[in-house]
Each structure stands twice: as C-alpha cells, then as structure tokens.
C-alpha cells in the first residue's frame, strides 16, 4: 500500500472514530499514530515528541487560557445584565431598538469573551422573555440574539484568532486588526436589516412604551451606562489598542485583561468566591480541551505529511475548475458544511492544516484568508439544521418558543451574513487597510 493511500485512510480512520463517538482529541491522535506507525514503524516516536513539546512550550499560546478567563468571569458575574438594561432603554425609544441594542451587546460582549455558547446563552437567559413580552417576533427575537452571540467568534480577542495566527504563521496583532474592520461590518449589517424591518413591519419589533421609559431619568441612565458599560469597554480598547498598537505582547495583554477584569467585577461588587470558582472551572475545561486537540492534531499532521498527504490535497484542489477563486469557494463550502458538525477547534487544527501548504504555495495573502475562513464558520453557527447557535437558544428559550420559530428567525440574518462574506472576500482590503495603515502589513 502506497504512502499516499495510507494518508487516506487515516483521514477516513479519524472519521470513523469520531462518528463511533470518541473525544476529538483522542481520535485524531489514535488515527495519527495508528497510521503513523504502519507508516514509518517506531520511528514515529521520534518525531511527535518535538511537535508536543513545541505547543507546550509556545509562548504565544498562553494568552488562550488568559483570555478564556477574562471572558468567563465577565460572562459569569452578570455584567453583561447590566449592559443589557442600559442599552435596551437607550435604543428602545425607536422600533426594533432593543434588537439593535442586543446587536451592540454582542459586540461587546463578543470583544469582552469570545465565547459564542456563552454569549448566546447570557443574552437568551437576560433578554429573550423580555422580547417576547414587549411583542417583539418570536422569530426576530431568536435571530437577533444568535446573530448577536456568533460575532464573538470574529470580534477581536477572538479565540479563533489566536489558534489561526499561529496556524498561518501571522502575528495575534495582524489577525486581531484584520478582523475588526469585518466583525463590526458585520453587526452593522445586522443592524441595518433590523432597522429596516422595523420601519416596514413595526408590529414586528415595537418600541419600548412611554411609560417604562420615562420611569427611568437621563441623568439616571447616564449615570448607569458610566458604571455598568463604559469599563468593560475601557478594557476591551486597553487590550486590543496595547496588542493592535504593538505596546504589549498578545500573552501580556491577555493578563492584563485578566486582571482587568477582577477590578471590575471586585468593584462592581459581584466578586465572590462562587463566581470564582466558577471562573476557575471553566477557564480550565476549555484550556484542556484545546490542548488536548492541539496535541492530537500534531501527532496527526506529522503522519499525514509524512505519508504525503500534502501531495494528495495539492493533486484534489489543482483538479478542481476556476483556478484561484475555483478552490477558495471548494474551501469555503467544506468549512461551512463542516461547521454543521464539528466545534471550531477541532476545524482549525484538524482540517484547515489539509488545505493551508496549498494556499501558502500559491503565494495566497494569508491575513486575508484567516479573516474570510473566520467569517465563514461564524455563518455555520447560525444555519440550520445542526447550528450550534441555534442550539444553545433552544435549550434556554421559554416553552412557546418552537424550533420552527428559531429556524425562521435566522434565515434572513444567514443572508446577511452571506453577504458580509462575499464583502470581505471580494474587496479584500476590508480586512487589510486596518493592519496596512497600523504597519503590521507591509
């Protein structure tokens, strides 16, 4: 059996033990050494080690559990509650001016964690049964709040971000500007849709009433949006403007909006040791669970290229019609039916390293191509049947809210994320002036 063959089937084997129902990280890395040993024996052996240890030991790489922590511990102490309120009452005066507001919310909350279930879930729990007692549309209610919670998976600190830069050999810095431009582009297209629904259809989405509005003062308001909105923002720009601006390093930026974060939620006086605790717990879940798959995928990318697997995913996108725009639509399309079944992680580092050397050959503008694969997945979220946004509501939504409902809601919010993703890929430097005008691309 050639080596080529081999590669092969030790994609198919993966495929095989994930559907069997094994833990990505485990299969990927059973595959690669299954395979890797029919391949090169116990000589194997004396290649991943080096690989293993070079994500151990890659600097960069601390900034994931950092801003997994800070991202959690702002979701977990109910600031975002708070934001929620204050916007609501600020945008609610105009028709479909609470959905803008969630949109601006997950923006924030989407700079702030990075979390899409997260984000999702927070803003389902705090805003969906309000939405529903104002009048607002099933349907619109859900499409607003899954739309507004997958934008933490393109706004900078993205993780996704982090895991990319270090994919396409691009510093977080580059990646991070890059993707500002098109993740507020994003929310912007979102808002304007809403706007426009809202003019037409005000029955859709109707104003917040007179009454509860007038309840609460300017100078109130004002005073709330100062101590409830404007730090968690002061430390998404603090963060982002030291990393962007090239002040810090990614890893010292991410600890320092760790810290960050403890001094808002100590001072806002919802720090306790059970939100702690909580923090701590899940900051560790997610760091093992992408180091677990990290080290999978090292063990299986070793064996693949060294079974020339590289040589086969040339031969299949040489092969496709269209040339250049021929194989990025290929890669677009099987990142985005694959986003239907599998987490983001398990895409970048088991998927994307298939495809990335072809590109790379093909002297592809890789910022470019990070933020157009980024946008990608944020669309497999929310599309039916298998989204996972779409998930996550429905396991938090009130009873009367049926899947139907969530399904419908989306469609139109699919569409204009389809457009963003025409956008940035046919007019690239929608993604590239920010980190050209920085000086992060030459």
Known sequence: MTNE?????????????????????????????????????HNLFSLVPLQIYGVATNYTLLAVPLFVFMGVLLEK???AEEMLDVMGLMAGRIPGGMSVGIIIIGIMMGAATGIVGATVVTVSLLSLPTLLKRGYNKGLACGTICASGTLGQIIPPSLILILLADLVGESIGTLFAAALIPGIMLGGLYIVYILILARIRPDLAPPIPFEERAGVSKRELSVRAIKGVAPPILLIVAVLGSIMGGIAAPTEAASMGALGALFIVLFSGKLNLQVLRATMRSTLNVNAMIMLILFGSRTFSVTFRGLNGDDLIDRLLSSIPGGFWGTIIFLMGVLFLLGFFMEWIEICYIVLPLFLPFFIHQHTNMVWLATVICVNLQTSFLTPPFGWALFFIKCVA?????????YRGVIPF?????????????????????????GWIK
């Open 77 to 79: 102490s109910r600031i």
């Open 5 to 41: 063959a081999l590669a092969g089937l030790e994609v198919a084997g993966f495929i095989v033990l994930l559907l069997a129902g094994i833990p990505v990280g485990f299969a990927i890395a059973a595959a690669g050494i299954l395979f890797g040993l029919l391949g090169f024996g």
């Open 414 to 438: 699919i569409a204009v994320q389809l457009l963003g993703l025409a956008l940035v890929m046919g007019f690239p430097q929608i993604s590239l002036w920010l980190p050209t005008a920085i």
């Open 398 to 406: 009130p009873p009367e809210v049926t899947t139907g409902d969530i």
